[in-house]
């Protein structure tokens, strides 16, 4: 089992900036992808960024390319979102996510967090 805790939502002015962090524990061997969704209310859960931790590879949403970046730090076993130049439509609960491959479908990562609200007004 691997545990995700996610931690750095709030409220934020439109254009402004939040960082996110995924801790995670367990059998954090098992898992060689994590990566971050969101579901906005009244929408359905959908793919921003994932990362490989071994290679570094990563992969972004159209929507939030160029203004999102996701890193990570082995040695602290987390992965950090960082999101720029925010927008009212970016406004959800962000999930981080764990599982084997460095792919945007949701079904393929194994294992969740609890999710962080991220708020932006306008």
């Known amino acids: 089992q691997v545990q995700l805790v996610e931690s750095g939502g709030g409220l934020v002015q439109d254009g402004g900036s939040l960082r996110l962090s995924c801790a995670a524990s367990?059998?954090?061997?098992?898992?060689?992808?994590m990566g971050w969704f969101r579901q906005a209310p009244g929408k359905e859960r959908e793919f921003v960024a994932s990362?490989?931790?071994?290679?570094?590879?990563?992969i972004y949403a159209d929507s939030v390319k160029g203004r999102f970046t996701i890193s990570r730090d082995n040695s602290r076993n987390t992965v950090y979102l960082q999101m720029n130049s925010l927008k009212p439509e970016d406004t959800a609960v962000y999930y981080c996510?764990?599982?084997?491959?460095?792919?945007?479908?949701?079904?393929?990562?194994?294992?969740w967090g609890q999710g962080t609200l991220v708020t932006v007004s306008s």
């Open positions: 367990g059998r954090t061997s098992s898992s060689a992808v």
């Open positions: 996510a764990a599982g084997p491959r460095l792919i945007t479908r949701l079904g393929s990562y194994d294992y």
């Open positions: 990362i490989h931790l071994s290679g570094g590879n990563t």
